[in-house]
């Protein structure tokens, strides 16, 4: 296709604006899912497992659309990750294409995440089609969005398209739109071939598939290909493109997107944002901005039965092997025996890896608290980078340390404002800004990632009814005072719940601390004392008194199906439980008692 007759574009919106019912309907439209030939081989070709794989992984379609000036377009649309956890994603995949649809949700104007995306879309020099979803809502206001996006993300929204994705009011408009407003793509056919890996995933038939927009060149099946980020060449087997069912082609120009795939057999050997070229005269330059996804929050993952480490480690090999955010590095803990320390962009990313491994894998896991990279500077000038608190190197000999800070956009109606405020103030935030947007107030605070990584978000969902939007992005690191906590148990010290902590907040913590595991732990036949120290220094302390009566006394005289009933549940419970010393410390404590309320 010449270039002229492309428009690439991706959708940016809030989570439930309504981004998948308006792309299902542009292909609707469009008739792109019509071709039943098409349809029929592809499923003599795969199950419909794999099927399912692909249309929950690639949301790219390209689509041919013929416009009111009767000239065929080629439309393609990537779609983008929503969460935070993936804005490097995000901001790859906006690189790869030209244009953006903003929808917004004209009964509930823009969120925090509108914004978030919308800058990055910004940020690539998008043109951007503001659309009005959900106008068949009584609920639905159109000027009042219409000018709070002028307000709030300044962009020009009086063009704006009002749109029905679910009647299909304003489809039309919207393709029309794509055509007219947004650019075509620019490349040059007999320059040397660079194109961008967008992303790629796992396809248990047809090994890695690696999707690219091509820059310039062109990629042709049977041709040698090298990765520019670690010169890794490749012979490229099939090329292709979503329509959205897989279709194979020969070739990809400048401009436009497709898939390829190489015999690659892990996700890991391939970068998004990274260049590929020709393995001889290709192109001198890469992409700018290539660099690989770094992951910021870590954790232990031990198998609560320790005779399943082996079972663990398998399992988040072949985890690995397809996610390539994800590291991992096996880890002994005095307490939990071994395991693993992995590391994930987010606590999203690590809830979805912690709930395959448990799921998928039927692995029973103890996960340590949350922790974020911190920079110890020692005194003799050297930088060690602490993924783990167990980790952290004897205090006289530190300089000093430093945290990660985020930078966090949140919208909020009024009246929970002064909630959210306190929340954050709470968390050692730095307020940088204050706006309103209608009823809505828009906060913006630098905040350490150390305070948001554990439960911040659900605190902030529930002290405002869920009415709040939340986003953020890393900033950089700046020293603050930080201290280990340890926590001791019967005067053993437990690893897996040593923190990092503020100093002037550490008491408070560590007496929380101390609280919660008191009633987390079960009593034992013996007093066992529980305390929170930094250094050789208690900072707080409990005592959780010995049981006085025999419990298992009551049993007696029971009937034996009852006795042994009991029993079977003791032995289920004692399986979740884990010994420190003499102490059995039940698995969800290593969560819960980190939780601050
Ligand atoms: P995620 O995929 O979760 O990020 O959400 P999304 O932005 O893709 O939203 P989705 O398309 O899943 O729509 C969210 C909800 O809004 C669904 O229940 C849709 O049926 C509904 N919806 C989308 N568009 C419209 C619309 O124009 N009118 C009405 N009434 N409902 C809509």
Known sequence: TDLAHIRNFSIVAHIDHGKSTLADRLIQETGTVQDRDMKEQLLDAMDIERERGITIKANTVRIDYTADNGETYVLNLIDTPGHVDFAYEVSRSMRAVEGSLLVVDSTQGVEAQTLANVYQAIDADHEIVPILNKIDLPASECDRVAEQIEDVIGIDASGAIRVSAKTGVGIHETLEAIVHHLPAPKGTRDAPLKAMLVDSWYDSYLGVIVLVRIMDG??????????????????????????????????LGPGEIGFLTASIKQVRDTRVGDTITNDRNGTETALPGFKPAQPVVFCGLFPVDSAEFEDLRDAIEKLALNDASFSYEMETSAALGFGFRCGFLGLLHLEVIRDRLEREYDIELITTAPSVVYHVFMKDGEMRELHNPADMPDLSKVDHI?????????????????????????????QQDLSYAGSRAMVVYDLPLNEVVFDFYDRLKSVTKGYASFDYQLTGYREDSLVKMSILVNDEPVDALSTMVHRDRAEARGRAMCEKLKDLIPRHMFKIPIQAAIGGKVIARETLSALRKDVTAKCYGGDATRKKKLLEKQKAGKKKMRQFGKVDIPQEAFISALKMD
Request: with cysteine.
């Open 402 to 430: 430093e945290e990660p800070r985020i930078k966090a956009t949140i919208l909020v109606p009024d009246e929970y404002l002064g909630d959210v405020l306190k929340l954050c103030q709470d968390r050692r935030g730095i």
């Open 218 to 251: 062109v990629l042709k099946k049977g041709m040698r290909v090298k990765f520019m980020s670690n010169g890794t060449l490749h012979h490229v087997d099939r090329i292709g493109v979503f329509r959205p069912a897989m279709q194979m082609i020969d070739s």
